[in-house]
């Protein structure tokens, strides 16, 4: 059988051995899987751990002797099936970290939470103040213990923000307003929008919160500076939550 696949999917060269030899072996001690495999017996128990942790060999032990088997080789999909999730997770950071070239577009649309907290991670590392415009009952629900954390973060490294909430999330209001970096008023009720609007420094991004979370990232002085002057009219008509 040709290894590479084995080690193409996470496995080293000696655990692609041992897992073969096991396999054909149905249950061994060391010795019987060291001649098989003709890894080192230096190398063995090492080698065994390595496929234990990746939940491929069970450790068998009766009156103290221990053996060892192969698992299913169906869980070997496992592996591949973990290593793509894995990538999924970091894609939306990897797309914002991506510099723009001059010549592309400066307007990306994202779909789903992952890529959303990515970007909240995103203007944190700019480290400018932040406005926002909007605070449906969504959102919150969906970020859940995200947002508590991020704004944990965002207190810790002493970035402001100033937030104008939906009338509708008024107790999330108050209590964000007594976080320290944190200013917040609320419009009243026939401004609510599922729609929130984030300003950092030359960038928008506009989150629409019903169904699948979907947003359109800017990178443009001039639009941020327009949806900044757009923020601080609606700021000076918003008021304190009561």
Known sequence: MDMKVLTQVGLTENES??????????KANIGKIAEKSRVHRTNIY?????????????LLEVEGVKSYEAVDPENLMDLVTKKEEKLKAIIPQLKLSRKLAPQKSEVHVYEGLEAFKSLLNHFLDLGKPRLVI????????LLGDFLKTYHEKRVDLKVP???IYNFESMERAKYLDSLPFTDVRCLPEEYDSPVSTTICGDEVAMSYWKGIPI???????????SYRSYFELLWNKAKKPE
């Open 134 to 141: 909007g605070g449906p009952p969504g959102a919150l629900r």
């Open 46 to 58: 090492e080698t065994i751990k390595g496929l234990e942790k990746k939940g491929l060999v069970n």
């Open 17 to 26: 051995k041992v897992y073969l030899a096991l396999l054909q072996l149905g």
């Open 215 to 225: 947003f359109i990232h800017i990178v443009k002085k001039e639009i941020a500076d």
């Open 161 to 163: 923000i100033r937030q």
